[in-house]
C-alpha cells in the first residue's frame, strides 16, 4: 500500500536559520508531489508542485525552495527563515491517469509545524 | 485555471443539527470533485469524491453530489456529531498538474 512521510513533525528555528523539510512516499510511482503551507485558521496554499525529478513549478514567489532528488522525495528548503515562514506544512502526492489528464485523490503526510522564532 | 469558492467559517451546530457546506467550483475538462476532511493537528483525508456529474458521493453519513449544470458539490449530513468537528475542503481536480483547494470550512459541533 501507499504511504507518505513527512518529518520533523514539529520544529522551532531561529530567523535567518536555514529549513529542510523532507518528504518521502512509497508504493507509487511518477506521483505528482506538493508542498503546501497553512496559516493558522486559514485554508491551504500551494507553494510547489512537481510532476517528475528535478521538474519544480512555483506558486507563489517566496523565501523557500523546492527539490525532488529522487523520484518519490520532496524537499522543502530555505536559506534563512523569516517569521513569517511559521506555519504548518504539508506534503501530499497524488497519481495521474487517463487520457483526459487528471489526477486521483491526494494523500497528505501528517503535518511539520514550523515555529520561527 | 481550477477555483474554488467555499463557504466561509466557522460554522456553529448542535449535536443532531442538520450541515451544509457549500462549494462551487470553475475547471477545465471533467473534473473529478473531492471534499477532504482535517482534524486537528492533522493532514488532509480523503472524505468523499464524484467521478462524474450526477455520481453521489458518500462516507461518513456525509454526501455530496456532482451538480454540473451549477458547478456544485455541497457537502451534507443529516445529524453532525460531535466528532465530526473539524475543517473541512472542497477539491476539484482537472487538468493541470495541481491540486486546488478551496479556503476551507471549519465546523464546530456542540452538545
Known amino acids: 500500500s501507499q504511504t507518505i512521510h513527512q518529518w520533523p513533525a514539529t520544529l522551532v528555528q531561529p530567523v535567518g536559520s536555514p529549513l529542510s523539510l523532507e518528504c518521502t512516499v512509497e508504493?507509487?510511482?511518477?506521483?505528482?508531489l506538493y508542498w503546501y503551507r497553512q496559516a493558522a485558521g486559514r485554508g491551504l496554499q500551494l507553494l510547489f508542485y512537481?510532476?517528475?525529478?528535478?521538474?519544480i513549478s512555483s506558486e507563489v514567489p517566496q523565501n523557500l525552495s523546492a527539490s525532488r532528488p529522487q523520484d518519490r522525495q520532496f524537499i522543502l528548503s530555505s536559506k534563512k527563515l523569516l517569521l513569517s515562514d511559521s506555519g504548518f506544512y504539508l506534503c501530499?502526492?497524488?497519481?495521474?491517469?487517463?487520457?483526459?489528464?487528471?489526477?486521483?485523490?491526494?494523500?497528505f503526510g501528517q503535518g511539520t509545524r514550523l515555529t520561527v522564532v | 485555471g481550477d477555483s474554488v469558492t467555499q463557504m466561509e467559517g466557522p460554522v456553529t451546530l448542535s449535536e443532531e443539527a442538520f450541515l451544509t457546506i457549500n462549494c462551487t467550483y470553475t475547471?477545465?475538462?471533467?473534473?473529478?470533485l473531492f471534499w477532504y476532511v482535517q482534524y486537528p493537528g492533522e493532514g488532509l483525508q480523503l472524505l468523499l469524491k464524484?467521478?462524474?456529474?450526477?455520481d453521489k458521493g458518500s462516507n461518513k453519513g456525509f454526501e455530496a453530489t456532482y451538480r454540473k449544470e451549477t458547478t456544485s458539490f455541497h457537502l451534507e449530513k443529516g445529524s453532525v456529531q460531535v466528532s465530526d468537528s473539524a475543517v473541512y475542503f472542497c477539491?476539484?481536480?482537472?487538468?493541470?498538474?495541481?491540486?486546488?483547494f478551496g479556503t476551507g470550512t471549519q465546523l464546530k459541533v456542540e452538545l
Open positions: 501530499a502526492w497524488s497519481v495521474r491517469y487517463g487520457y483526459l489528464d487528471f489526477d486521483t485523490e491526494a494523500f
Open positions: 508504493g507509487t510511482s511518477n506521483p505528482n
Open positions: 512537481s510532476v517528475g525529478i528535478g521538474q
Open positions: 475547471a477545465t475538462g471533467y473534473p473529478s
Open positions: 464524484a467521478t462524474k456529474a450526477d
Open positions: 477539491a476539484p481536480t482537472g487538468g493541470g498538474n495541481k491540486l486546488t
